[in-house]
């Protein structure tokens, strides 16, 4: 990758910027913010989406068709290559002054970035340069932050941060709302994020619900969530890797569903090493447990229907940790990739069931 960005502005093709960008080269853009958005999304369009080959060889035939999950080990590199190309072309970011409350962007036309850049990235002290598409993002998140997502099972907003996963999948929610409570003591809500399982929890009568969190920002998020929706003596936050100190009743993680190395901020909530922490729950949630007591783990097949984990891996570290299966609730999704012909999954996709798995102590 080159030291010195490559000046480029308003006149400046498409195909020249993405010859640029695939090369290595950072872009510093000079002129309109309207017209680099344009560029970056013409950009966007010409990068490989990752499915060509498999379509080029359905209608060749001179190749085996590739299983699932080298399709979509495939999709997920052209993903890599994507979100590394579109970060190559970047924009000046310039303190705040008299004028301006906070940083702004240097460009003709741009927004008032000064709540989502300070939310996302903090006080800047130095003009700087960053990638427009990070920089969407954290403008998106703002969206987020500033709407809220409404939950079903709370009757309520939650507000997630940049980089907190929003809860915009209802259904794995109304599974935690409807299972039976084994006790109403203590509850634990492992990788917490935006706060609400446990919310839902508390909102259930749980008299003391204990969130964690590796993130310090899920960690601001889910507290800040209580308080919000009137839990913050009832439910709290805490920097934990899994399990806090002591035993619960309920003991909830809704891990993320994929096996895989995450490459963003946002994939720490979808893509899961090896099922590390999967695996790591399963193993140490029997010494979390009071007597009577439940895990609940919410998790999806569809890494099953990908091929990237089977249901026997899955039953044989349940069975390896100690646990037995109490009860389990499945749910089908209603979000809007499952119903979208033109995924690259979509047969996948629309199969999928998520389950709330009940795991209690083997005696």
Not at 15 to 35: F, V
Not at 245 to 250: C, K, L, Q, S, Y
Not at 254 to 281: C, E, K, V
Request: hydrophobic residues 40%; neutral net charge.
């Amino acid at each position: 990758m080159t030291a010195t960005p490559s000046p480029v502005d308003d006149t400046t093709t498409a195909a020249d910027a993405y010859r640029l960008a695939t090369g290595g080269t950072r872009m510093r853009y000079a002129g309109d913010y309207r017209n680099a958005r344009q560029l970056l999304s013409a950009i966007a369009r010409r990068i490989p989406d990752g499915t060509s080959s498999r379509r080029k060889s359905r209608r060749s035939g001179s190749a085996p068709a590739p299983t699932t999950a080298e399709r979509f080990y495939a999709y997920r590199q052209a993903r890599t290559h994507r979100a590394r190309v579109l970060s190559m072309l970047l924009v000046p970011v310039v303190p705040g002054n008299a004028g301006h409350s906070g940083p702004r962007v240097d460009l003709r036309h741009s927004p008032d970035i000064s709540d989502a850049w300070l939310h996302a990235f903090g006080p800047l002290e130095q003009p700087t340069l960053v990638s427009l598409q990070e920089l969407l993002g954290a403008i998106g998140a703002e969206e987020w932050r500033r709407n809220g997502v409404f939950v079903d099972a709370l009757d309520a907003r939650i507000h997630p941060h940049y980089g907190t996963f929003a809860p915009v999948r209802g259904e794995y929610l109304d599974l935690v709302a409807r299972a039976d409570l084994p006790g109403h003591a203590r509850a634990f809500d492992i990788g917490t994020g935006t706060g609400v399982l446990a919310a839902i929890l508390a909102r259930r009568g749980i008299r003391e619900v204990i969130g964690t969190d590796t993130q310090q920002r899920a960690i601001a998020c889910a507290t800040e969530n209580f308080a919000a929706l009137g839990l913050a003596g009832r439910a709290r936050a805490v920097p934990q890797d899994l399990f806090p100190e002591g035993r619960a009743d309920v003991v909830v993680c809704n891990p993320p569903w994929l096996p895989g190395t995450p490459q963003t901020l946002l994939d720490h909530a979808i893509y899961d090493p090896r099922s590390a922490m999967l695996r790591a729950f399963l193993c140490e949630l029997p010494a979390h447990l009071s007597p009577g007591g439940e895990g609940w783990l919410v998790l999806s097949d569809l890494a099953e229907r990908l091929g990237l984990r089977s249901r026997q891996d899955l039953q044989q570290w349940i069975a390896d940790a100690g646990l037995h299966v109490v009860g389990r609730d499945d749910t089908v999704p209603t979000h809007g990739r499952a119903s979208d012909s033109d995924d690259p999954f979509h047969a996948e996709r629309s199969a999928e069931v998520t389950t709330l798995w009940r795991l209690g102590a083997r005696p």
